[in-house]
């Protein structure tokens, strides 16, 4: 499966923003997928994901309550809204999937197949 992720940008501390992650092929119903992150100068880290029907998503602890993970397996698209943003929300975000998981795999070993990034940047 083949992943493009897009919706970053540049804006400002407390606004919003939300990333898609398209995905190709005909079995997305059946990836679970997530999004890590990458900030200057540090190791990626998991941020948010999601199971194959939806039913179950879990979150970093730094993003909860502030992001939300979605899908829309109609259009093979999954979505992170971001509210709230800060600066040290400043990354490069990656989504990734991983086919046959009914849980939210949270770690990036767990995952097969990742989208190029997209940059996020917020000011204060």
């Known amino acids: 499966v083949q992943l493009q992720a897009s919706g970053g940008g540049l804006v400002q501390a407390g606004g919003s923003l939300r990333l898609s992650c398209a995905a190709s092929?005909?079995?997305?119903?059946?990836?679970?997928m997530g999004w890590f992150r990458r900030a200057p100068g540090k190791e990626r880290e998991f941020v948010a994901a999601?199971?194959?029907?939806?039913?179950?998503?879990a979150y970093a602890d730094s993003v909860k309550g502030r992001f939300t993970i979605s899908r829309d397996n109609a259009k093979n698209t999954v979505y992170l809204q971001m509210n709230n943003l800060k600066p040290e929300d400043t990354a490069v975000y990656y989504c990734?999937?991983?086919?046959?998981?009914?849980?939210?795999?949270?770690?990036?070993?767990?995952?097969?197949?990742w989208g190029q990034g997209t940059l996020v940047t917020v000011s204060s």
């Open positions: 990734a999937a991983v086919s046959g998981a009914r849980w939210t795999p949270t770690r990036s070993f767990e995952y097969d197949y």
């Open positions: 092929g005909r079995t997305f119903i059946s990836y679970a």
């Open positions: 999601i199971n194959w029907g939806g039913a179950s998503s």
